[in-house]
């Protein structure tokens, strides 16, 4: 049976590039997701027109939906059996302008990246145990630094400490909600100065998730990456990005088919692993 990938929120942008490159490769399935169907099909009819021999099809997901991720997940079960790479690049951001409240900000960035990020991978697990050499590539952010960089050193070696798991990225991340929410999150040690932006904090979330999920599944290939700031409709939000999202999407197709020689749980820019974070003095 053929590989099969799933690049999640893939009707454009970096999804979009990434499904791009995995077509041109003609290797195996790929399975675009779109929260809207119409936009879906346009998506998949561009890829489908420069590639007519590449394996591709779209499918409805709303990620933020737990309805929308077990239709999705079943429907996968019934069609494909398994999944082989699943690329969890499905995410939101606010612009820096946004005058949405800092808190619904941070309610919604953290549902989407980190709350129902997570989810949808456990709901996959069971599919991607079923094939022989599965991964998932975790799009992530430099920004991360930024947000590690503004925490406090107890809050630091909280979300560093060597036996973290899972659930203790889930439990950080729902207290900096919480934090916010209350108006606390300098108080609590989250945020020292305030360049650390909700998105900011989700991604470093999503960096030591990718990392305790490779732990706790050593027989996945699990790692995050970031694709530099890029041409997207969220890249946009925050100025005039240096890259194009053709040139984002290279480390996400790299992570999914690239001979990685095992190596599992790292952070990933331009196809080379970034140093792990490091508690301050």
């Not at 612009?95 to 996959?124: E, G, L």
Request: aromatic share 8%; net charge negative.
């Amino acid at each position: 049976m053929s590989s099969i990938t799933v690049v999640t929120g893939s009707n454009q942008g970096l999804g979009f590039e990434a499904v791009r490159k995995l077509a041109r490769q003609a290797n195996g399935h790929t399975i675009m997701t779109s929260r809207n169907a119409t936009r879906g099909q346009e998506a998949l009819g561009k890829v489908q027109n420069e590639f007519p021999e590449a394996s591709v099809e779209v499918m409805e997901l709303d990620l933020d939906s737990d309805a929308s991720q077990e239709a999705f997940v079943k429907a996968i079960e019934e069609k494909h059996g398994k999944v082989s790479c699943l690329v969890n690049n499905a995410g939101v951001g606010y612009a820096p302008t946004s005058d949405v409240p800092v808190k619904d900000q941070t309610s919604q960035t953290f549902s989407t990246n980190v709350f129902q990020t997570i989810k949808f991978t456990d709901r996959m697990l069971p599919l991607l145990n079923k094939d022989a050499n599965p991964r998932i590539v975790v799009l992530a952010s430099t920004l991360s630094q930024t947000a590690f960089a503004s925490l406090s050193s107890e809050a630091q070696k909280r979300i560093t400490t060597e036996d973290l798991t899972t659930t203790d990225v889930l439990a950080f991340a729902k207290d900096y909600v919480k934090a916010v929410a209350e108006d606390k999150a300098k108080q609590e040690g989250f945020a020292e100065n305030a360049e650390a932006t909700s998105y900011m904090m989700s991604k470093l979330c999503d960096v030591q998730f990718a990392r305790t999920y490779a732990r706790e599944h050593p027989n996945i290939i699990v790692n995050s990456c970031c694709p530099g700031w890029c041409v997207t409709a969220m890249g946009q939000k925050a100025g005039n990005p240096p890259r194009s999202s053709e040139e984002g999407a290279e480390v996400m197709a790299f992570l999914a088919t690239a001979d990685l020689d095992g190596t599992s749980g790292e952070f990933w820019y331009d196809n080379k692993v970034l140093p792990a974070f490091t508690v301050s003095a």
